[in-house]
């Protein structure tokens, strides 16, 4: 689904702010996050399998405990907790130096938004993985505030909006690239736009869908 003229038009002016998902929407770091966590199972002697990007991408946008849980089920919960306690650790210091592949013309697409609308990161990912691409992307000037599940435990619908009575909005857009981004941000009763480009799909519901991170320039 292209984005129409009509519809970029209807778009414009319509919000005070956009909320952006981060893995597959900024960034895809899931090259590097394979490297972290298949370092991380070979710390410990009860997993034996290799992680894979596919598998990585597989989970994309789930709360971090879910992706566990979901990679890991044959686990009682005190190793699972132990793995994701390894993988997070190891994931931050390798992205620290490694990072993730930001998206085509990210910068010149958030200096344009920035300079109409109030700009927030909310990610399902754990505490300090948004401030790393922040730093690294050298793109934090652009961003008002973030939210992510490793600061409360919340599901991102309510860290949607967390952002959205903590800074007042009025008239949010959510973008992001899965049907879980849809949905939490359809319970928070906020408009999504669909980025196609990312790592899932979703049908309907989407007020529009972008190709490239760059379309949001000719849609808001």
Known sequence: MAISLNMATSLKNKFDSIIFDLDGTLWDSSNNVALAWQQAIEQVNYVDEVMTVEKVRSITGLAYNVIFDRL?????????????????????????TKGGDLYPSLDETLGYL??????????????????????LSKMG????????????????????KDIVNDYNLTAPVYV?????????????????????????????????????????????
């Open 176 to 220: 992001g690239d899965t049907m879980g981004d849809y949905d939490a941000a359809t319970k928070a009763g906020v408009p999504f736009i669909f980025a196609d480009y990312g790592f899932g799909k979703v049908e309907e519901g989407q007020i529009a869908t972008i190709s490239t991170f760059s379309e949001l320039v000719g849609l808001l």
């Open 114 to 135: 920035a300079s109409k609308y109030k700009l927030f990161i909310v990610s399902n990912c754990q505490t300090g993985y948004i401030e790393v691409f922040l730093k």
């Open 72 to 96: 890991f089920p044959y686990l009682d919960t005190e190793k699972r907790t132990d793995l994701m306690a390894i993988c997070a650790k190891v994931e931050l210091e390798i992205l620290h």
């Open 141 to 160: 000037h652009y961003f008002i505030g973030h939210q992510c599940y490793g600061t409360k435990g919340n599901p991102k619908s309510e860290n949607i």
